[in-house]
């Protein structure tokens, strides 16, 4: 496969962007982020019979993202497009195949069916907060990481939990189908699986559970929203590698992702899509991660 690899634009213009707090206000519609660079004539630079030829020519794609996790992929009542890094990224893909964000289907992915919708085909693309791991990759493909984080806790303001020891014979939630209840199990608390972070979150808030757990970068967007309320903490306890889900039957596609995600740190993409999400909470935009190499054709 022979893909023409174009630099987007070199400088990326910002939208105001509200604060991470402000992401989980339903009503409120401004879709805050960046502004890509859509490719003109993209489907000439793909050759025939790839995916990525197939989806320029059609000027759509599909892309599953999370609707409740503020600052990574989250969608208000009114809101026309999610919002968070994971769209973000999914704005750059689809700007390499000449798609324009408003042509974009986003469609709510849950943990728990990131494998069946790509394996189905109900979506093109999973970016999801989907951490790399050899599991999953033995039945869809994932290329990535484009960001790297690590589990920490979420407990209530006047929790005693302040370290991985207390969580021993704890409840503690996540979504059903994460490596975060597998992680902490293996810490000796008692897991509790949810649908969605927000179901877990409301758990945590009325005292049902005594801790949500998954990638720090989430329970900071729920601690903004309830500071008086919650809070983070332990040291990060894992290392989670979120990549860019795709189907097997489509191989092609990951050295496309790959290089666009490339292109994207290069010429400050990437960056500008950290600041306008996650950047919003006064964390310093980190350098960005070496991608995996590809398998073997």
Known sequence: MRHIRRAQAAAVALVLAAALAACGDAGDDDDSGTDVDVAEGAADDFDDGTRMKELADSGKVVIGVKFDQPGIGFKGATDSMPQGLDPEIGKILAADLGIAP?????????????????????????IAS????DERRAVVGQAGPYYVTGQ???????SDIDSLDDVKGTEVCSVTGSTSLENIEAEGAK?????????CVDQVLNGTVDAMTTDGAI???????NPDQLK????????????VGYSLDHPEMCEWITDTIEDAYEDGAWAAAFEATLGQSG????????????PAD
């Not at 897991?191 to 179901?199: A, L």
């Not at 329970?219 to 929203?225: D, E």
């Open 102 to 126: 408003e042509d974009i289907t986003w469609k709510e992915t849950i943990s728990d069916n990131r494998e069946p919708f790509i394996q189905g085909g109900q979506v093109d693309l999973v």
């Open 130 to 133: 989907y951490s790399i791991t």
């Open 152 to 158: 920490q806790l979420l407990v209530r303001s006047d």
């Open 191 to 199: 897991p509790r699986g949810f649908d969605t972070y927000s179901e």
């Open 219 to 225: 329970l900071l967007g729920y601690a903004a929203q």
């Open 232 to 243: 983070v903490v332990v040291e990060p306890f894992s290392e989670e590698r979120y990549g």
């Open 283 to 294: 964390v310093d935009t980190p350098e960005p991660p070496a991608m995996d190499e590809c």
